[in-house]
Nanobody, 111 residues
Framework: QVQLVGSGGGLVQPGGSLRLSCAAS????????MSWARQAPGKGLEWVSG???????YYADSVTDRFTISRDAAKNTVYLQMNSLKLEDTDHYYC?????WGQGTQVTVSS
């Protein structure tokens, strides 16, 4: 079955960087579009970024020029490099394949 295991979250100061990873299995990763989204407690889910099988990438306005999504087909893994982190980037981050979401990883930006 589809499994998405996120990792790489943590506590970082404003202006810092983190790289999230999501290891995928149970489907043909190389031909699948993948996404990252985030959600804070009590708030709605916010789409962050997506990457298609051809490498095309898309970003929410709130993260453009700060976040970079990438994929490694050999490792069945999608990444989210987050730079210049802001307090408002604090959220639980999830990777997704279609309607299937992983368990996510927590990112906390705090001074």
């Amino acid at each position: 079955q589809v499994q998405l295991v996120g990792s790489g979250g943590g506590l970082v100061q404003p202006g810092g960087s983190l790289r999230l990873s999501c290891a995928a299995s149970g489907f043909t990763f190389s031909s699948s579009a993948m996404s990252w989204a985030r959600q804070a407690p009590g708030k709605g889910l916010e789409w962050v970024s997506g990457i298609y099988s051809d490498g095309s990438t898309y970003y929410a306005d709130s993260v453009t020029d700060r976040f970079t999504i990438s994929r490694d087909a050999a490792k069945n893994t999608v990444y989210l490099q987050m730079n210049s982190l802001k307090l408002e980037d604090t959220d639980h981050y999830y990777c997704a394949y279609g309607p299937k979401w992983g368990q996510g990883t927590q990112v906390t930006v705090s001074s």
